[in-house]
């Protein structure tokens, strides 16, 4: 038996146990993809599985916030939220991982813009790796892990949770073989977050489904945000769109990055993603608009509604992103690849695997009127933003359905059971997911001792 069975070899299942395995307890990471060194970009399954989780092959930014890629207030007090992030940013920097400077003057000033024209600007500290030195980083932590104790199982499939007497024994993995566990930590990344689903309700616990990010991947010459980037190189723009008083965010930003698809192969989803390499630029600049949806009555499913979109996107685009000039959106024309390519001050894309076409036949009415309006707002923090030539990609899915009722320590109502990370919708991105990690660690620490 070992003490603790963490499934997920992302950030979240990573993290935690770096914690664990400092504590002298055995750990074992169960993960359905492969070693860092074997995971190949190209390929839709490596993509988002395997060591180091979805974020492996990202651009590497890390936000170190405790209300930035989650809230970590649910958990901690304030005080401890910090102490917890602070943490967090330490053991990165053990790895060469610096925080990027800022000025706060210049940061103040950018704030006040942004209220001006009734955005909020979040500030905050940032560091950025690249996803050409993530591989080499995810490689070094793994040794180090392996080094401290800690096994790891590539290519493991688990089918389900084992629970005997009120509390859990281990898992099972496909073709039957049983892990016997005195803790499990679920932490399969976002990829994961329908199988979590599934796992959770066989064992009758008690799911909240959160609110899903729906929307576009904006594409500039990386001239026009060239002053933003100067001051915070990921910013965070909060609007208000006035129409439906909808929340629009914007997220990931890549100075100098490239578009990229990403693959759901089980729900049959193409969509994009957002990439900024350290060695290698391009002359554009882009990031993700997202709309946040939320569902009541009587669908309350946000996974179910946002992949139902994305698979239209996906069908639209003929298997690829569609891809449309903000002119084009505003005209209620499809875009095609003379007309995006007609002038020698448009922008040229980065992803050229896309179909040039009408994102208005893909995404809800409401959706699009959403970013529109966004767009038309941040432009006044970000002029030229909102010209003709602007590029959007459809669709880009923030998906955070899965939410299992906790206590602070993130277990579950199934003694022994924990949760942490995007697939229990309790982290958004590779910082909040570390510190969730830690969380359930924590609390396995806790219970392992008495507390």
């Not at 600049?285 to 709309?291: E, G, K, S």
């Not at 994305?310 to 449309?324: D, M, N, V, Y």
Request: net charge negative; hydrophobic share 40%.
């Amino acid at each position: 038996m070992v003490n603790v069975a963490i499934v997920g070899a992302g950030p979240a299942g990573l993290f935690a146990a770096f914690e664990l395995a400092q504590a002298g307890l055995q750990v074992t990471v169960l993960d359905m993809g492969k070693p860092v060194t074997e995971r190949s970009r190209s390929d839709g399954f490596d993509l988002l599985h395997g060591m180091g989780g979805s974020g492996t092959f990202s651009d590497g930014k890390i936000n170190f916030h405790p209300q930035v890629g989650g809230d970590l207030n649910e958990f901690l007090s304030p005080n401890q939220a910090w102490e917890l992030v602070d943490h967090i940013e330490a053991v990165f920097r053990q790895y060469d991982v610096e925080v990027i400077a800022t000025d706060d003057d210049d940061t103040r000033e950018l704030e006040k813009q942004a209220a001006k024209a009734g955005v909020r600007f979040l500030p905050i500290r940032q560091a950025h790796i690249g996803s050409d030195h993530l591989t080499d980083l995810m490689r070094r932590f793994h040794d180090d892990l392996v080094g401290m104790g800690v096994q790891f199982r590539f290519g493991a499939r688990v089918a389900d949770v084992v629970a005997e007497g009120g509390r859990v024994a281990g898992v099972r993995l496909e073709g039957g073989e049983f892990l016997a566990a005195e803790a499990v930590l679920l932490a399969p990344g976002r990829v994961g977050s329908e199988w979590m689903r599934r796992v959770l309700q066989g064992h009758g616990l008690s799911v909240v489904y959160n609110p899903v990010d729906i929307g576009v991947r904006v594409e500039v010459p990386a001239i026009v945000m060239a002053d933003v980037i100067a001051v915070c190189y990921d910013p965070k723009f909060y609007v208000r769109a006035p129409t439906y008083d909808d929340m629009v965010r914007t997220f990931c930003v890549s100075p100098h990055g490239f578009v990229v698809k990403e693959v759901y192969a089980e729900e049959g989803v193409v969509g994009v993603n957002g990439h900024a390499l350290r060695d290698r630029n391009s002359q554009n600049t882009n990031f993700a608009l997202l709309t946040s949806i939320n569902l009541t009555e009587p669908v309350e499913s946000t996974t179910a509604y946002g992949i139902s979109i994305a698979r239209l996107a996906t069908t639209i685009g003929g298997g690829r992103p569609t891809l449309q000039s903000l002119g084009d959106l505003r005209r209620h024309r499809r875009s095609t690849w003379g007309r995006l390519t007609k002038s020698p001050g448009d922008v040229v894309p980065t992803l050229e695997d896309a179909t040039p076409g009408d994102i208005s036949m893909a995404l809800p009415h409401r959706i699009v009127t959403d970013l529109l309006e966004a767009l038309d707002i941040l432009a006044r923090i970000i002029p030229g933003l909102d010209a003709d030539r602007t590029l959007l990609y459809a669709p880009e899915l923030k998906r955070y359905a899965n939410k299992p009722k906790t206590d602070k320590h993130l277990q579950t109502e199934l003694a022994g059971l924990y949760v942490a990370g995007d697939g229990a919708g309790v982290a958004r991105g590779i910082g909040g997911a570390a510190a969730t990690g830690e969380i359930a660690a924590r609390g396995i620490l806790s219970a392992a001792q008495g507390g």
